[in-house]
């Protein structure tokens, strides 16, 4: 059985502008943590390139599921927003009442993993937690994709 999940490329940057200037912006010990920490335009090639390295990471995590990994695009609106599409083969006894959490794990990940290494560069103090938590975060996909749900014992009707 194979199975999909996407996310937008679109949010999830979006979000890692949001958590790096909260964050920034919540070091009051740090009057310039704001500044050095919260990403910027110019910034767009280093996230580029965390993006495409959480991709490689997400591969090797679910080495022998994918079936598919890649980008799509969509109409929303007048722009076309680009989606990250992963394809997964798992069991028949897959649970699909899974798959909700298995997008926001995955939305997480990489938010969670393109912050932590932007913090390797501007705030080492809280890279590892974000590392830690990207890691288990992906764990936690992985662990579902390869759950099997209990068989049912059929039931006849007379």
């Given at each position: 059985?194979?199975?999909?999940?996407?996310?937008?490329?679109?949010?999830?940057?979006?979000?890692?502008?949001?958590?790096?200037?909260?964050?920034?912006?919540?070091?009051?010990?740090?009057?310039?943590?704001?500044?050095?920490?919260?990403?910027?335009?110019?910034?767009?090639?280093?996230?580029?390139?965390?993006?495409?390295?959480?991709?490689a990471d997400l591969s090797?995590?679910?080495?022998?599921?994918?079936?598919?990994?890649?980008?799509?695009?969509?109409?929303?609106?007048?722009?076309?927003?680009?989606d990250y599409e992963v394809?997964?083969?798992?069991?028949?006894?897959?649970?699909?009442?899974?798959?909700?959490?298995?997008?926001?794990?995955?939305?997480?990940?990489?938010?969670?993993?393109?912050?932590?290494?932007?913090?390797?560069?501007?705030?080492?103090?809280?890279?590892?937690?974000?590392?830690?938590?990207?890691?288990?975060?992906?764990?936690?996909?992985?662990r579902k994709a390869v759950?099997?749900?209990?068989?049912?014992?059929?039931?006849?009707?007379?």
């Amino acid at each position: 059985m194979e199975i999909t999940l996407t996310i937008s490329k679109g949010a999830v940057m979006r979000e890692v502008g949001i958590t790096t200037a909260y964050t920034g912006g919540k070091m009051d010990s740090d009057a310039k943590a704001y500044q050095r920490i919260s990403t910027v335009d110019e910034d767009e090639s280093h996230l580029e390139r965390f993006w495409e390295e959480s991709r490689a990471d997400l591969s090797q995590e679910l080495i022998g599921l994918v079936a598919y990994e890649g980008g799509s695009s969509r109409a929303e609106g007048p722009v076309p927003q680009a989606d990250y599409e992963v394809r997964l083969e798992v069991s028949k006894s897959f649970d699909e009442a899974l798959l909700p959490s298995m997008r926001q794990s995955l939305f997480s990940f990489f938010v969670h993993n393109i912050a932590a290494k932007w913090y390797v560069y501007t705030n080492k103090g809280e890279a590892g937690e974000y590392a830690d938590k990207a890691s288990t975060l992906l764990e936690d996909i992985h662990r579902k994709a390869v759950y099997k749900k209990r068989p049912t014992r059929p039931t006849y009707n007379d």
